[in-house]
């Protein structure tokens, strides 16, 4: 069935460093690709999106492009900020439904980002 | 336009009693999802509604189950608490079936079950 890998955190950042989350899917089909971050004591945002191979899905700073090829969408950003601590969530959408629902969400990863 | 809402936002039971959770989705939105999130298993699909019908179900056992009203308000039911059951429980919604490029999320609400 579908799934969606993602690297293990915690992560922890200095302010204004590079952050790259890796983020691999398995998916029959085409499923679109999504990154949600949820913040402490709230619930999931999206972040980004995309819905084709080769978009890039883009939004306050963060950014992931979709290769078909390596099955990969990982989330970039050039400079971090203590106000993107955060857990980031990869997910796809379960275009075929079945059992395993809309979503498919990777475990998550917390990121910690240090003044 | 107010957001996904959530009640009661934290929730304490024992093991044996029964739970009833809610989601008001954003106004115009007829699809509500519902999704459990435990440290272990991460986040997981248990259902969605759209028009006052179940479309899709995940993986849980019967003890769980749902309904949306003609209001697209959608309540969540647990039956026979058991510790497992001690996750938050997030509530998306969409304006369309399967709509999953709009879907917001509320805030959850979080049941500790003792």
Known sequence: GNSVTQME???T??????????CTYTATGYPSLFWYVQYPGEGLQLLLKATKADDKGSNKGFEA??????????????????????????ALSDENGGSQGNLIFGKGTKLSVKP | KAGVTQTPRYLIKTRGQQVTLSCSPISGHRSVSWYQQTPGQGLQFLFEYFSETQRNKGNFPGRFSGRQFSNSRSEMNVSTLELGDSALYLCASSLEDRGWETQYFGPGTRLLVL
């Open chain 1, 13 to 22: 950042l200095s302010e204004e460093a590079f952050l790259t989350i890796n």
């Open chain 1, 9 to 11: 955190g915690p992560v």
């Open chain 1, 65 to 90: 492009t979709y290769r078909k090829e390596t099955t990969s969408f990982h989330l970039e950003k050039g400079s971090v900020q203590v106000s993107d601590s955060a857990v980031y969530f990869c």
